[in-house]
Structures are given as structure tokens and as C-alpha cells.
């Protein structure tokens, strides 16, 4: 985490209690998680992210999604500490909060991964009924539930989500020891994956050609190079993807398995290409974006 300067707080005596906060330093609009290690996470989405303050349970980072100044401020665990964050953030100019995080649930359908937009909730705790009446209905302002409802409908889907836990699994991703994920991506690579793929190369050309005329073209990138560079980005993220998925499936794997691989992993991209806008930012800061770099990202 980094850190900020204590010489921010003890120079500035027009900051909140709290937060540690003044005026300019939030947008109107935050995003909110409980957790403060979440904010950096979600800052990471932002364009200039910057940590502004990291206080107690109140963490805050400030960036900028689409030319629009906007924050993520961490409320802690609770009523009472949320309530303090809201105040806070409304004294210095913020005006529309939106709560993220995780839940438990009951709906066996609602899987792990899945988006919840709440349009409504039962106010149990204390702290409300210092500010409304039990009566009062605890709802969410009907402009920003419809935008988060408009913008949610392209948004990562069950089929993915699965595929991908497929994927990390047959991989051991999640594992610490870095021998053993290479034992298991070259078992599915050579086991599982090449097998398959000497029936159904097709499959490469159909995407990339999809994707070159569905995402590049006309070109969306400054230039022709960096249009191929993202093409053979795509290409190798969606290679590792299906060996992921060969592994995973070993003697089962068919056509009807890559589909739904490809469809689902091209409505998640189409929507948010952050992975691959990641590795082409790290490769143009390490000057890894030759030609003969991306003979060496696209394998055999």
C-alpha cells in the first residue's frame, strides 16, 4: 500500500475529523467498498489514480473515468463508520455514493461472481433510525439504480465466470508454487490442448477475424502496429484460455465447449478490455512491442 506523507494531515487544518479530507480533494461521485485495501484495487481502473488519504478504516483514492473526477472511499465495517464516511464525504462536495462489495445470499441460482444490484433493503440496524423514520423505505435513488441496471447488462456473465474457475483450477493459478502451474500448463498443452486444436485451427481464425473487424476496424488504436499488437494480445489471452479449458476437460473437450468458451469470453472483453489494455501498457514501458516480441507472445 502506498503510503501518504503525515505532513498532509498536520498541514492542513481544513480537513475532515475522519477522512482527512477537505474540498477538491473527491468528485461527486465515490464508489465505496467496507474494505480499505479495495480501494486501491478499484482505483487501478481509474485514469491518474492517486492516494489522497489512508486514515483509520477510511482510505481514499481519486482518478478520473472518462474526464469525470471520481473517488473511492473506504466506509469500514458497519453502520455507524458508514454513516461518518457519507457525512464527511458530503461536507467536502460528493453527492452520489455507490456500495460495492460482497454478500451472503440464499438463491441457489445466484452464483459466486454474479452481480447484485440491490433496489432495496431492510433496515435492521441503529444507526438509520437516527436519520429516518422505520417507515421510511430503504431504497436507492431510481436514476442511479437504472444507470448501474443500463450499465451491468454486458458485464461479465455466468458462462465466463465458470469457464474461467475451469480455467484456474486445471492451471493450479491460484497456487504459490510456480513449478507446479508449469506442470500443468504444459500437461494441458501438450496432453490435451494440441490434440484438440489439430481438428479445429479454424477456430483461431474465425475469433480473429470476428474481433479485427468487430474491435479494430476502422482502427481504434493510434496506430496500425498498435491495432496488431492487440490483435496477438487477444490471440494469446484467448490461447491460454482454451488450454486452460482443454485441461480442464481432458478427453471431453468439443466444438460445443470452445463456443461457449468464445462467445462468453468475447462479451466480457467487447465490454471491458482491461487485461489486455494492462499487457499492452506493459509492454510498451518495457519496449517488449517488436515485431519480434509478439512471434515470441504468440508460441507455436
Known sequence: MIECPKAYYEENENLVHHLKLKKGDVGRYIIMPGDPKRCEKIAKRFDSPKLIADFREYATWTGYIDKVKVSAVSHGI???????????????????????????????????GDIV??????????????????????????EVLEAMI????????????????????????????????????????????????????HIYENYLVYYMFKILFPCNEESIMDAYIMLVIQFAILKMNLIGVCGHYKEEMDEEKVVNLIQSYAVVTEHDNFIANRINKYLKENNLNTLAHMFIIMGK
Do not use: W
Not at 118 to 134: C, E, F, Q, R, S
Open 78 to 112: 458497519g453502520g455507524p463508520s458508514t454513516a461518518i464516511a457519507l457525512e464527511e464525504l458530503i461536507k467536502i462536495g460528493a453527492d452520489t455514493f455507490i456500495r460495492v462489495g460482497t454478500c451472503g445470499g440464499m438463491n441457489i441460482d445466484v452464483l459466486p
Open 150 to 201: 443500463e450499465a451491468s447488462k454486458n458485464i461479465k456473465n455466468k458462462r465466463y465466470i465458470t469457464n474461467f474457475v475451469n480455467i484456474i483450477n486445471s492451471l493450479q493459478l491460484a497456487n504459490e508454487n510456480l513449478e507446479r502451474i508449469k506442470e500443468c500448463y504444459e500437461e494441458a498443452l501438450n496432453e490435451h490442448y494440441r490434440k484438440f486444436m489439430k481438428n479445429y485451427e
Open 117 to 142: 444490484i440491490v433496489n432495496g433493503a431492510i433496515k435492521l440496524g441503529g444507526t438509520m433510525d437516527n436519520y429516518i423514520p422505520k417507515e421510511f423505505p430503504c431504497i436507492p435513488n431510481i
